[in-house]
């Protein structure tokens, strides 16, 4: 294992900006992995943290196959991680919203364009990713629907559901997307929760990543063949949103299938608990996210289903 620094940047106020890569193997540019990029994805660079710690095991055991590189990078983003920000502080922008980014451009667009050289020219990109809504969801991988997608190979993590969306123009500067247009394979796995970290779901991600390489020949690994992964487009997902405002109970959780008009939660009014609004299911169906905070608000995402 080689630790190295792959991009610094000197800071007026504070100790200089790092990124650190952790280098397994030599040869082929085999498999790159980033974790955070946003300063709550403690979840995600608690992923990395293994996977580093069992590919050096690996590696001491010989079980890294010859002629293969893995370059792992655990965070993109430790300054707004060190502050609990989600966003870089300055500014608050998004480094997964800048990609392949711009070396002279503001800083979130250098850290992305050196983040990107480097990780350039792999043939399996991994991004472990946090979702857009303050929730619980089943573990999957998602894919951008580029047109350079391979939906077999995102099976071979066996994580029970491959998710591909649509591109929006905003989905253009992120790093899955660009990763596929210079001619990576490139996955998003999500790892369960945002801002904390959950060890089970930790341990399904890492064992995710460990069996898609052993799958594609890159490690010796033996694991569990994991799920039959089902492919689901994200625009025939169904959303449930509120009604009425107020704190919700919910009755149900990710993965559990239901049925059409099945009570999901209730909205209770905050002062005397009364139910304000009864949430149910528009169709039959799989939970696939549920929103976790307990003050919603109208017009706000309470679950995501799959539809039967």
Sequence with gaps: MKRERLFVMPSPFRDEF?????RFGSGRKSLAVVGAMRGDELQQQFVCSRLVHTLQDLEERGEIVPGHEILIIPSANPFAMNIGKRFWAMDNTDINRMFPGYALGETTQRIAAALFERIQGYQFGVQLASYYLAGDFIPHVRMM????EDVELAKGFG???TLVRTPLPIDTTTLNYNWQI?????????AGHTGVIDVTTADDSLSAILRFMALHGIIRYRSHPGYYSQVVKEEDLVNVKASRAGIMYCMCKPDDIVRRHQ????????????VRWEVRAPVDGTVFFMQTRPLVLENSMLFRLIPS
């Design 145 to 148: 629907h580029t047109g350079y």
């Design 159 to 161: 994580l029970p559901y």
């Design 263 to 274: 009570r999901l939660a209730s909205i209770l009014d905050p002062y005397d608990g009364s």
């Design 182 to 190: 210079w001619e990576t394979q490139a996955f998003s796995v999500y």
């Design 18 to 22: 790092r990124i650190h890569g952790f």
